[in-house]
């Protein structure tokens, strides 16, 4: 909501310590969530423009406690689709929301847990919806005044687009640091100063990624935080209704706004947020729902991608058509959206799976790098997924996964193609390895995402990329999304990213492709192929 986001780190996990995660549907559009544990569920919403995954240690936590929790992404936000209402979005609709998760995932009653913007959420659930929950608890209660809304509402939220300049990137970068010391963050003054710790580049960079997943859509849920009266609901709540905060919290002053409350609503006051999280957990503890069913598989839907998760890795595919399916692998550094347009052809004609490869996209990160570790995961995926045969499209990193996926599990793999394979002078490829995938570390200055930005806009210019002579200029593809969401893809692989470029470079195509039975192509397969 309007307030300095909370920072944690979010190093990407191993496939054994990851987080469960899923999509429901609701209607036209998909919800994704985190999930763990088994028995009375517990649902946690988050604040903006962050995702479910700023719930990640605390999902852990209450799981540990005998509870099933369930994180969903507010529309619009991480991998969640955006709501259709856009950009007039209220918090009763993002309420009823959350009653149509609980449809969608079997829960007939929930402990419901929201911070900021998810505690607006939790707040209007326990007036619109309170039958389904054994609880409500709101961490942070905002209580603006009407000058205060006004002025939020007119300096807060900003359009945020891609420039063909890329200079949208360190604004957000400046963005994100001023949320952290300054309340609200465009008023750069004394009187605005927060005693907060600005955080790690990792933090910082962790909140920046989730407004770059949200994209313009971050304005949504935070627009309807700010035009949100939480107090007028307050006495039309019948349940058991908590409110905590704690003293580093912005909202914590807000507290002393509140009008005298039913005996049903409590304030509990907390000094540090780790006392208000042993209080969160006394709470639910106390108001236990029912047991929780297991999550049901994601819904098909016609002539649309569907989000799924096989494991810890993400997976677009498309169930059109039946028969086996084609699987297309993304490059080094990418995300399988890069493969959009190149699987578009076969819908309708083929089922299509395009999975984000481990440490990239949205995919958990593996204990073991390597073509062969990879390959290995994702004959699991495809095993999760129901894939006894299918024929196979990969580019660059991805065309090494397949042909090791191929050699691992003949019976697996029906056909393969083989798409921008590396160089064959060696001198290139020496050049590559030590330029072709520059370090994106998160530095405190966020000179890391404008490296990414000219890096994605270069690749659209040259080949390779660094080497800017008039001789090795290519076709122009530089259109301002594409470069965007190469960008964006390059900052999620991070570490991965480069670790499998160098992987490519070094592996040796032709002793593999000897060793593999299926028909190879070294192109773009023909209507042979469905």
């Known amino acids: 909501?309007?307030?300095?986001?909370?920072?944690?780190?979010?190093?990407?996990?191993?496939?054994?310590?990851?987080?469960?995660?899923?999509?429901?549907?609701?209607?036209?559009?998909?919800?994704?969530?985190?999930?763990?544990?088994?028995?009375?569920?517990?649902?946690?919403?988050?604040?903006?423009?962050?995702?479910?995954?700023?719930?990640?240690?605390?999902?852990?936590r209450l799981a540990g406690e005998g509870f099933a929790v369930f994180a969903p992404d507010m529309a619009g936000y991480g991998l969640s689709d955006p709501h259709p209402l856009g950009a007039h979005v209220t918090i009763e609709a993002l309420a009823d929301d959350v009653a149509a998760f609980l449809d969608a995932t079997g829960i007939a009653t929930a402990g419901i847990y929201g911070f900021h913007t998810g505690g607006?959420?939790?707040?209007?659930?326990?007036?619109?919806?309170?039958?389904?929950?054994?609880?409500?608890?709101?961490?942070?209660?905002?209580?603006?005044?009407?000058?205060?809304?006004?002025?939020?509402?007119?300096?807060?939220?900003?359009?945020?687009?891609?420039?063909?300049?890329?200079?949208?990137?360190?604004?957000?970068?400046?963005?994100?640091?001023?949320?952290?010391?300054?309340?609200?963050?465009?008023?750069?003054?004394?009187?605005?100063?927060?005693?907060?710790?600005?955080?790690?580049?990792?933090?910082?960079?962790?909140?920046?990624?989730?407004?770059?997943?949200?994209?313009?859509?971050?304005?949504?849920?935070?627009?309807?935080?700010?035009?949100?009266?939480?107090?007028?609901?307050?006495?039309?709540?019948?349940?058991?209704h908590y409110i905590v905060s704690y003293e580093a919290d912005p909202l914590y002053r807000h507290l002393d706004r509140l009008p005298s409350l039913a005996s049903n609503i409590r304030i509990e006051r907390c000094a540090t947020p780790e006392l208000a999280t042993v209080k969160l957990i006394e709470i639910l503890a106390r108001h236990r729902a029912g047991i929780a069913p297991p999550p049901p598989a994601p819904q098909a839907r016609r002539s649309a991608w569907i989000g799924d998760y096989a494991g810890a890795m993400r997976l677009r595919r498309n169930d059109d058509a039946a028969g086996d399916p084609i699987v297309l692998l993304h490059?080094?550094?990418?995300?399988?959206?890069?493969?959009?347009?190149?699987?578009?052809?076969?819908?309708?004609?083929?089922?299509?799976?395009?999975?984000?490869?481990?440490?990239?996209?949205?995919?958990e990160e593996l204990h073991a790098d390597g073509i062969a570790a990879t390959a290995r995961v994702l004959r699991d995926a495809l095993d999760a997924a129901r894939v006894q045969r299918c024929d196979l499209i990969g580019r660059g990193f991805g065309a090494a996964v397949a042909l090791e996926l191929a050699r691992l599990d003949p019976p697996l793999v029906h056909r393969l193609a083989l798409l921008d394979l590396p160089p064959s002078d060696a001198a290139l490829r020496d050049a590559m390895r030590a330029q072709d995938?520059?370090?994106?570390?998160?530095?405190?200055?966020?000179?890391?995402?404008?490296?990414?930005?000219?890096?994605?806009?270069?690749?659209g210019l040259f080949f390779p990329w660094f080497d800017r002579r008039a001789e090795t200029r290519i076709a122009t593809a530089i259109d301002t999304q594409t470069i965007h969401d190469r960008a964006v893809d390059m900052l999620k692989a991070g570490a991965a990213g480069r670790a499998a470029m160098l992987a490519t470079l070094d592996y040796d195509f032709e002793r593999a492709a000897a060793a593999v039975t299926a028909p190879i192509l070294r192109r773009l397969p023909g209507n042979d192929w469905g």
């Open 1 to 60: 909501m309007a307030l300095p986001v909370q920072l944690v780190d979010e190093p990407r996990t191993a496939f054994d310590q990851a987080v469960q995660r899923n999509f429901a549907t609701i209607g036209d559009r998909q919800v994704h969530y985190r999930h763990e544990g088994a028995g009375p569920a517990v649902v946690l919403l988050h604040q903006s423009p962050t995702s479910s995954r700023e719930h990640e240690s605390l999902l852990r």
């Open 437 to 459: 995938a520059p370090p994106l570390d998160p530095d405190f200055h966020g000179g890391h995402l404008s490296r990414a930005w000219h890096v994605a806009r270069d690749r």
């Open 331 to 363: 490059g080094a550094g990418e995300s399988g959206r890069a493969l959009t347009a190149l699987a578009q052809p076969w819908i309708g004609r083929r089922r299509v799976l395009v999975p984000d490869l481990p440490g990239h996209g949205d995919s």
């Open 120 to 240: 607006c959420i939790a707040n209007e659930f326990a007036r619109r919806h309170a039958a389904r929950a054994t609880v409500t608890i709101v961490g942070g209660f905002v209580c603006q005044t009407d000058e205060e809304r006004a002025e939020t509402l007119a300096n807060y939220l900003p359009p945020f687009v891609p420039l063909a300049d890329g200079t949208h990137l360190p604004w957000l970068w400046s963005r994100v640091k001023d949320q952290k010391i300054f309340y609200p963050w465009y008023q750069q003054d004394d009187a605005a100063r927060l005693s907060l710790t600005v955080g790690t580049p990792a933090q910082l960079h962790a909140t920046a990624m989730a407004f770059l997943d949200a994209g313009d859509s971050y304005r949504s849920a935070y627009g309807a935080a700010f035009r949100y009266r939480g107090v007028d609901s307050l006495p039309h709540i019948p349940g058991a």
